[in-house]
């Protein structure tokens, strides 16, 4: 094994429709580009809803997705750690499109809580120690009210008066790591790509030229 190797895990959350996939598809080329080899795990809620999961009377209910949702995302995450351990590139990014503390956003924090404890967690180990850096992508319908849109998730069902409450409530739950990065909507859309492209440069000390 390579001793050398450097793996760095950055999450990218936010309100919905705040670009996350689209930002995280735009910066993968630019970080490779520098030498970094990128990992991607993928939003699970989605695909969990997307497979015919539903939350509903004859479906689960909120508490059991939310728990789910946290097993999958650690195993998906865990996952893309061992094979970035087993491929032979010394400097890895795996970019991870949400996290698993984003579902306190959506169930409260004393179940959420609970769906740690009994699986065995505690918040700074989902929070912490999982996770080098932190991008919160405000949601569009804070300052750019005119792009917020429903049509590119069909799993989103959020008014942009609820994509705020979702967006604070994200960034609530993550304010204690120590290297959350903001990038809300005071510049286009490229702007907040390249934004978010300077955090990331920054933090794994690699020079930025426009």
Known sequence: MNTQKKIVKIIVTGGPCGGKSTIIKQITPKIQDKGWKVFIAQEMATRLFESGIEISEKGISLYQFQ???LLRQIDEEDFMQNLAEQHNYNN???L???GIIDGQAYISETDFDKILQDNGYTRQQVRDERYDLVIHLSTAAYGAEE???LENNHTRTESIAEARIVDD???AVWSEHPHLR???NSTCFEGKISRTLQEIFSFLEISWIK
């Open 96 to 98: 991870c499109d949400r």
């Open 92 to 94: 890895v990014v795996i």
């Open 169 to 171: 409530k994200t960034k």
């Open 67 to 69: 728990e789910q949702l």
């Open 147 to 149: 792009f917020y849109t």
């Open 182 to 184: 903001t990038i809300d």
